[in-house]
């Protein structure tokens, strides 16, 4: 059995609320109280060298801190981190190592702005951090990710309150069918919303070989790229796809399903996974 208490790092809990209030005025012209989503930069120091800054929510930073640099490959496990700390003060996280990383510099060169919101960074070129991936091949019933879409409709609280977040989540199913989500996060950016998760993941020694991920946010090559490092093998969004991402979720055997919405949803690759077992009525005409 795995030590989790040893493998974890030290950290800081220094969650911020998701949103603020604040007045506006409305298509009358009277003022009336509303409610927006809060936004911060965070730079992440490691080694004390800086990194990257990311705007983010500020619910998750020291998750976010440690997704990040596993999904970026800028540390070789979680073992090598020591310490995460948050100074809201200065907006920033320092993260020290238990052992310098001798190529940081060459991983650093090799850097790719990727499309997610507020744009997300790809340290590599994108089909080397998946050229020996390839996540488990597994099948989930048609009635199951309806069961999936239904518990999670409730949990975009953020999004309902204020927008201007995108929502993802991990989850797993009992064995009668009943979906299970194992972790849920909100941020303004759904990359980091996943670094989020992965980080969750990756501290509580979750394996993702039986589970799905769901993003509200469209998939790219990006969220391909980080569901099958977590080794993720269903991959779900009410959004959109973009070409390379289906070239890479193709590449590593990712089930990507699309415009899941209701009862409705478009399965892009690996359909011959997918079990047909509850096909809604077919609207006439």
């Not at 981190?81 to 001798?102: C, F, G, L, M, Y």
């Amino acid at each position: 059995m795995v030590d989790l208490a040893s493998r974890r790092p030290v950290m800081s809990n220094a969650g911020l609320m998701p949103t603020l209030a604040v007045s506006a005025v409305d298509e009358h012209g009277e003022s009336r109280e509303s409610v927006i989503a809060g936004e911060r930069p965070l730079t992440l120091y490691l080694d004390k060298r800086e990194i990257v800054t990311l705007m983010t929510l500020g619910t998750h930073p020291e998750l976010l801190t440690l997704g990040y640099l596993l999904n970026q490959r800028l540390v070789p496990s979680i073992e090598a981190v020591a310490r995460i700390e948050v100074d809201w003060d200065v907006d920033a996280v320092a993260v020290t190592t238990s052992a310098t990383i001798d190529d940081l510099d060459e991983r650093l060169a090799r850097r790719t702005v990727t499309t997610g919101c507020g744009q997300g960074t790809a340290f590599g070129r994108l089909t080397d951090l998946l050229e020996r991936t390839r996540v488990p091949a597994t099948t989930i019933a048609q009635s199951r990710l309806y069961a999936l879409l239904d518990a999670l409709q409730d949990r975009n609280e953020v999004y309902r309150r204020a927008g201007a977040v995108h929502g993802c989540a991990v989850c797993d199913f009992d064995l009668d069918g009943t979906p299970r989500v194992e972790c849920f996060v909100e941020d303004v950016g759904r990359h980091n919303a996943a670094d989020a998760i992965a980080g969750h993941m990756w501290l509580n020694g979750i394996a993702g070989r039986d589970k799905a991920f769901y993003t509200t946010g469209r998939l790219t090559s990006e969220m391909v790229v980080k569901v099958a490092q977590m080794g993720i093998p269903v991959l779900v969004s009410r959004s959109g796809i973009t070409q390379m991402g289906l070239e890479l979720a193709r590449l590593v055997g990712v089930v990507m399903i699309a415009r899941a919405k209701g009862r409705h949803f478009l399965v892009y690759n690996g359909a011959e996974r997918v079990h047909f077992d509850a096909p809604p009525a077919r609207q006439p005409g």
